[in-house]
């Protein structure tokens, strides 16, 4: 197998503030990432990334002469699988203007070839919870095919002829699963505590925690070692991510390290049920998403006090910290504090204090890495901290 490199390209920015600390490959969709996805159907563990400067020491290029160069916004189908193995050397599959992937020792080679069938790229953020159902199918039947479940529990009532499966060590006592829908995956030594309620599709990650009475709609996905309670409807949770008591959480993404304070809620409706509008880093505007359920987007790192409330289709950057009554803007830039009575500057050494709190936790290290990428937000977003105009 050639050596595989993820590439980012222009419409990198789209997806903030979820790429502003990783390559697009990383996104988590379904049970897997997109690069998760893509190794295994490639049958290697071996690959890097060719992203945005700031990423690139954090997330380094590894390149020979034998590369397979693929999107890194991409997911995988069986038609793009053998597409992409039988690709040439020094050949580009196309679709249309857009390159899917290429092979050789640089990413832009002369042979094009267009691809006929269909293809997914993830152009914006809430396509993460938009496609997460059909994701989490799909990277069930890669994972769990030939392969034999750990025993359910004889506690549990189990509704529906999907399956369940249940790595090494999970856990899953007096609970109701409900598979009319799709499959319910649980990751290894993952726990589901008594009396939660859950519907697949729904995928929860290693060492992840359901926590009690826990209702959880379709379309859900739980990754590794974060700890989720409440009602929870169609939105993806990234690794080391909280939202550990009551309170309403819907068709949303959160990134990693990213706290809910008790009993908060996000609105994913708009009183007058028009679709929704999301802040896009790119065009530095509000953009319509087509979509008439849409609730939060969260970067890397933020956090909300008790009882904060999110309206329709609110974006948060990194490391912002959010309290207080009433709802705040529906963009809070990266390194904001504060909430609808008004915001100043998180400063980042602050920050950088609670993140190692935080990571320490979870025996994890905030590494100079982090904080050079993390250095390069607090700068990138101080345009849209307009207080700091205010007080020069």
Known sequence: MPNLVFFDDESLKHLYPLTLTRPSANLLCGILTIAEKWSKYLNTSSYSYLTSEHLQAKFPLKSNDNNCFINGRLLPNTELIQAIKHLDDNASLMKGSQLLSCKGNQLHNNQAIQFEGDITLIDRTHQLFTLNANQIKADFELLCFNRVSQTLSSTNIKIGDYPVFLEAGAKIEASI????????????????????????????????????????????????????????????????????HDGFLGNSVLGEWCNLGADTNNSNLKNNYEAVKLWNYETANFEKTGLQFCGLIMGDHSKCGINTMFNTGTVVGVSANIFGSGFPRNFVPSFSWGGAQGFETYSIKKAFQTATIVMGRRNQELTNLDQSILEYIFQLDSNYRTWEKNDK
């Open 177 to 244: 699963l409900n598979t009319t829908e799709g499959p319910i995956y649980i990751g290894k030594d993952a726990e589901i505590m008594e009396g939660s309620m859950l519907r697949g599709p729904f995928a929860l990650g290693e060492h992840g925690v359901v926590k009690m009475g826990a209702k959880i709609y379709s379309g859900t996905t739980v990754g590794a070692y974060s700890k989720v309670g409440g009602e929870v409807n169609n939105s993806v949770i990234f690794a080391y991510s909280n939202k550990g």
